[in-house]
Structures are given as C-alpha cells and as structure tokens.
C-alpha cells in the first residue's frame, strides 16, 4: 500500500466521499445528487442495471470525470482541485479493474502486469528491461497471489477470460493502490469465473486492507461479497444497506428498489435462477 501522499486522513475519516455531486452530459442527467460515504477498508458494490451510472460514479473516482456540481473527496483531497503532479500521485494510489481486461495481448502476461507500474519508470521503456529486478519479483509474486505464477511468459492472449481478469487484478496491484475500484469485472465472465474472481478481490482487500468500489448487476454476487450494497437507478441512490443479515428472501425486494420494469425484474430474477441452477 503506498504511503507517500499529499493529505493523509485518518482512519476514522471515510477516504471516498461524494457530497450532492451531479454530473450531465448535455441533456442526459449521469449522476443526480449524489452523496455517499466509503470508510477505510470496506467493499461496497454499486448495484444497478446498465445505464444506472454505476460506471459513471466510479470514473469520479479518479478524476477520469469531473462533477457537473458537487464534490468529490478521494484520500484526503478534493479531486476537482488537483492537477499535475498532485493529480498524478492521487491516480497511483488508486488501481481500476476493467470489464474487457484492457490487457495487451501480444505481450506476456509478466508484461502485463509490470505496466502497473509504468508511472515509476524514468527513462525508455523497453520492454522487461525497462524494470528494475526488485519490480520484476514483485510482479511475480502478485502473479502468485492470483495463482498465474506459471503463467508468467505465456502471451496473454492465450489465457481464458477469467485468467486475463486475474491478470488485471495484479496488474492493479503493481500500484500498491490504496483502493481498487472495479467496473463490472466479472460481466463477461462464466459463473464459475465470476465466483473465483470476486473471492479473489475480496481475500487480497481483507490481506492488504484496501478499500473497494465494484459495479455489478449480479443480485447474488453482490451479497455473497461484498459489506455494503449502494443501489442505482437512473443516476441517484436509491438504496444504501449493509449486507450483514441480509436474507435471501429480500434480493428481490431489494433489486425491485433498483430495476425501472416489471420487465427488467423479471429478467433480473431469470439471472438468479440461472445462476442458482449453475451452481
């Protein structure tokens, strides 16, 4: 975990804050009001169907998008306000999992990952002799960690989707990332897969006591994982509940407050029964 930052907080202090933060692009309406506090070390998932800005929220996060009104607190600072360096150095503390693994395919899977710590590289890069031998064992050890350690070498265009997704975990954690944000890293994966790479998220948050915000649409995942469900419904929230005692009678009670459709409930419910069936 990193310790060099411009604003240290401390551990009582939430370390994601959103206070009435609207974001618009032109006439749509992303973000509406939205405020909401993540303490240290916790895992919240944003729960809601495409279009509920899930993703949106999470881009706030790291300053890939800047609120239409309203704050955002990451880490002490106050996002909006950084720039350069300081802007730079927020972004390291902060590591993202993608929904299409986002890897480059031609290179190895060691490759892959060191690209997590491109920020820390002074000079040409070239490739595995670009990184000093200290960042190369520390690679393989995150490799280890997702259990790809003799994946090393092979192409990551060779591994299944699941692989590639623990690929990226370890790339994330090449950062030493103070949170982990993950944009629905299991929606192109099988059930199976899906299991494996939220236990996985999950164990390295509870070792490394990192903070977690992870969209998914996945009812069943979301209960299984995480310790506080945020749900989404066209850019406001409309359900905020911890996931301790919750029972399965209330998963669909639950996303009834998020879907928009009798139709939309319906399909949620076919999803739980599926994956009930696959396990």
Not at 155 to 163: E, F, I, K, W, Y
Request: one cysteine or more; proline letters at 3%; hydrophobic letters at 45%.
């Amino acid at each position: 975990m990193s310790t060099d930052m411009s604003t240290t907080a401390d551990n009582t202090s939430p370390v994601i804050s959103l206070a009435d933060v609207t974001k618009r692009f032109g006439e749509t309406t992303a973000l509406d009001s939205v405020s909401l506090e993540v303490a240290r070390g916790e895992m919240v998932v944003l729960l809601g169907l495409s279009g509920s800005g899930k993703s949106t929220l999470l881009r706030h996060l790291n300053a890939l998008e800047q609120p239409t009104s309203g704050d955002v607190t990451v880490l002490g600072d106050q996002v909006s306000r950084l720039r350069g360096r300081p802007l730079r150095r927020l972004r390291s503390r902060v590591g993202f999992i993608f929904q299409q693994f986002e890897l480059v395919p031609s290179l190895t899977v060691l490759e892959n990952v060191l690209t997590g710590a491109l920020a820390t590289i002074r000079g040409p890069r070239l490739g595995l002799f670009g990184y000093s031998k200290a960042r190369k064992l520390e690679a393989l050890g995150h490799l280890d960690r997702v259990g790809l350690l003799d994946r090393a070498y092979q192409r990551a265009d060779t591994l299944s989707g699941g692989q590639q997704q623990r690929v990226a975990i370890a790339r994330a954690l090449m950062q030493r990332p103070d949170i982990l944000l993950a944009d629905e890293p299991v929606a192109s994966l099988d059930p199976e897969s899906s299991e494996q790479v939220m236990r996985l998220i999950r164990e390295i948050a509870a070792a490394d006591g990192l903070t977690v915000v992870c969209s998914l649409h996945q009812v069943d995942l979301a209960i299984s994982w995480a310790d506080r469900i945020v749900g989404l419904r066209h850019g406001a929230v409309v359900l905020d509940t911890p996931v301790e005692g919750l029972t399965k009678a209330e998963v669909m009670e639950i996303y009834g407050r998020v879907a928009t459709s009798t139709a939309e409930l319906e399909a949620v419910q076919n999803e739980l029964l599926a994956a009930e069936a696959a396990r």
